[in-house]
T-cell receptor, first 108, second 113 residues
Framework: KNEVEQSPQNLTAQEGEFITINCSYSVGISALHWLQQHPGGGIVSLFMLSSGKKKHGRLIATINIQEKHSSLHITASHPRDSAVYTC??????????FGKGTKLTVNP | ETGVTQSPTHLIKTRGQQVTLRCSSQSGHNTVSWYQQALGQGPQFIFQ???????GRGNFPPRFSGLQFPNYSSELNVNALELDDSALYLC????????????FGPGTRLLVL
């Protein structure tokens, strides 16, 4: 069983829709990262969470440590949000264990 | 812009050759991790260096080795290249404190023929 599971694997939305990407994990962690990778682009760190909720612009990330679950929300989605979104677990060191990613396509 | 650079951006090698990939981290980032990302897959942890010492290793054979230097640069060396080594190689750096964002470089795309 994978330590980290993401859903959905692929997501297609219309511009303006509210988007949720989920991440569940089965191990103890010190933090969880949400990362974004545009086609042909580099990996960008969006959030690092150890509890609660963080918001940056139209992006909101939440984590429930007891339930071992995190979500990434995008409000008022835009075609430029089209990218692969990946959650990654951080244990005691800075080593990251990556989920398989969610490919988001936002159509105009 | 993460302040982490990697070189070269692209590289083509043949099977059996050796390759050295380079990463330059932000000043003060004592920890650097290297990841291998095969096409269509998520990154896999290769190893991590902290203050010039190996600090953890993933499931990669010994022909993958690394170095970290006092000037916050590091190297990933791969000997006896195999076709399956073709991938994007990423480095990520951070301060070694409990809760710090990791900063990823743009990666080096290696093709082994």
């Amino acid at each position: 069983k994978n330590e980290v599971e993401q859903s959905p694997q692929n997501l297609t939305a219309q511009e303006g829709e509210f988007i949720t990407i989920n991440c569940s994990y089965s191990v103890g962690i010190s933090a969880l990262h949400w990362l974004q990778q545009h086609p042909g682009g580099g990996i960008v760190s969006l959030f690092m969470l150890s509890s609660g909720k963080k918001k940056h612009g139209r992006l909101i990330a939440t984590i429930n440590i007891q339930e071992k679950h995190s979500s990434l929300h995008i409000t008022a989605s835009h075609p430029r949000d089209s990218a692969v979104y990946t959650c990654a677990l951080q244990g005691g060191s800075e080593k990251l264990v990556f989920g398989k990613g969610t490919k988001l396509t936002v159509n105009p | 812009e993460t302040g982490v650079t990697q070189s070269p951006t692209h590289l083509i090698k043949t099977r059996g050759q050796q390759v050295t990939l380079r990463c330059s981290s932000q000043s003060g980032h004592n920890t650097v991790s290297w990841y291998q990302q095969a096409l269509g897959q998520g990154p896999q942890f290769i190893f991590q260096y902290y203050r010039e010492e190996e600090n953890g290793r993933g499931n990669f054979p010994p022909r993958f080795s690394g170095l970290q230097f006092p000037n916050y640069s590091s190297e990933l060396n791969v000997n006896a290249l195999e076709l399956d080594d073709s991938a994007l190689y990423l480095c990520a750096s951070s301060h070694r404190r409990g809760e710090e964002t990791q900063y990823f470089g743009p990666g080096t795309r290696l093709l082994v023929l």
